[in-house]
């Protein structure tokens, strides 16, 4: 496999105040063990990346180690996938950033079964836009459906509405018909989120007074960027029969709620995890959902930044938040059209 000898990277490491990432000059042993060499053209900034690159959670299991939850881009070597070379790829979830050096170099080395071959019209752009972010609300998506739920179930609320799984969130339950009610706190994101299909915007619940057991039951299903009170509010005021698919945590880790919402009103919480998915699921959502949205969603949701301004986008995307997906720009690739 022809590994390039010194490639540029963000490379988590442990200092006198913590876990902090700084740019490095990698090596081949820097990228870990894998059969498929990728050139990576884009990275995405999650909330999950902020907390690694500023040192506010306990990311890495391993250090020092590339950061980045996820990886664009096109294959060099194809290993053992079955794939040509220059092939469209994304990588999301695996152990990427946690155990095995992640998208924030010019190349990376997985395992073939983490590559996911993208849909012919989409670039490595696009790709990046969705990645871990869209796998994520997709997954939650295709969760509620297995229980039931369906268009004609009723409402579907979204919390965290306009950070990144929230707004291809509420782009996707739009495209696949659902009416939507999208849950933010940031106003300024009101026209993108009716822009990608949102029936209804709503400001962040007031969750100051001591809460009720059990609400008037609003929802058909919801989405759940957020976590903490956010979560236990959704919970008292579902419908009957009513599901929950939840895997954010900025609202916080702990749950406060009562046993009432499940006992009297039947509903599910489903937990969703994109760590390991399988193939099949993974070829699903990249097809049937990311595959369907049009190349305009993207577009709209997503911004690029320099591979310079990642640890100022670390920052903000944990202080401040951000509307959208950020695009971290690593590599220029050939055989990647609509690349931006």
Not at 294 to 320: C, N, Q, S, Y
Request: net charge negative; with cysteine; hydrophobic share 40%.
């Amino acid at each position: 496999m022809d590994i390039p000898q010194s490639m540029r990277a963000y490379q988590l490491h442990e200092t006198d105040d913590g876990v902090r990432g700084h740019f490095i000059n990698a090596t081949p042993e820097d990228l870990g063990e894998g059969d498929v060499l990728v050139r990576t053209t884009y990275s995405s900034v999650n909330y999950k990346d902020g907390l690694a690159g500023t040192g506010k959670a306990t990311i890495a299991r391993t250090l020092p180690l590339i950061g980045g939850c996820d990886g664009t881009g096109v294959v060099v070597h194809a290993g053992e996938s079955g794939m040509a070379a220059g092939q469209r790829v994304a990588m999301i979830g695996a152990s990427l950033s946690e155990r095995h050096a992640g998208g924030y170099c010019e190349y990376m080395r997985v395992p073939n079964s983490w590559v996911d071959p993208l849909p012919d019209h989409l670039g490595t752009w696009e790709a990046a836009v969705f990645a871990t972010a869209g796998v994520t609300a997709a997954a939650a998506i295709l969760r509620l459906e297995a229980v039931g739920i369906t268009p004609s179930s009723g409402p579907v609320v979204v919390t965290g509405a306009s950070g990144g799984a929230g707004t291809l969130g509420v782009a996707m339950l739009a495209q696949r018909g659902y009416e939507v009610t999208a849950v933010t706190g940031k106003p300024e994101a009101a026209q993108l989120l009716t822009e990608l299909g949102a029936a209804e915007i709503q400001p962040r619940p007031d969750l100051s007074g001591k809460p009720r057991a059990l609400e008037h039951g609003h929802w058909a299903a919801a989405v759940d960027n957020v976590g903490g009170d956010t979560l236990a509010w959704l919970i008292r005021t579902m419908q009957p029969g009513g599901a929950i698919a939840s895997y954010g945590n900025a609202g916080g880790n702990a749950l406060h709620t009562t046993v009432l919402p499940f006992i009297l009103r039947g509903i599910s919480l489903l937990g969703v995890n994109v760590t390991a998915l399988p193939f099949d699921l993974r070829h699903r959502i990249w097809t049937e959902l990311a595959g369907k949205l049009p190349l305009e969603t993207f577009r709209k949701i997503g911004h690029t930044v320099d591979f310079d301004d990642l640890p100022a986008a670390h920052e903000r995307i944990v202080t401040e938040g951000v509307i959208g997906r950020t695009v971290v720009h690593i590599s220029d690739a050939d055989g990647a059209p609509r690349d931006r």
